[in-house]
């Protein structure tokens, strides 16, 4: 009876501070195939080093857009 009580009793404080818990932050939505990707600009760079002005996606608005990412780019790993 008593080993019962004390499950009990750490059940209840368990869902008190889990309760007290900020919610974890929403991811942000995953776009559906098809639709209109939305405006962004990025830092841009050649072998050569960085542009002077950013690379905005409407820059190639009617152009077809492959983005690449090497993370692993410019680093000794």
Do not use: C, H, I, N
């Not at 869902?15 to 962004?40: H, I, R």
């Amino acid at each position: 009876m008593r080993q019962l009580a004390l499950v009990s009793a750490v059940t209840v404080l368990a869902a008190g501070v889990a309760a007290q818990q900020p919610a974890a932050p929403a991811s942000p939505p995953v776009p559906e195939v098809g639709t209109v990707a939305p405006d962004f600009s990025v830092p841009g760079a050649t072998r050569f080093g960085m542009l002077r002005g950013p690379v905005r996606l409407s820059d190639y608005k009617g152009k077809t857009v492959v983005l690449a990412f090497f993370f692993k780019a410019r680093t000794r790993g």
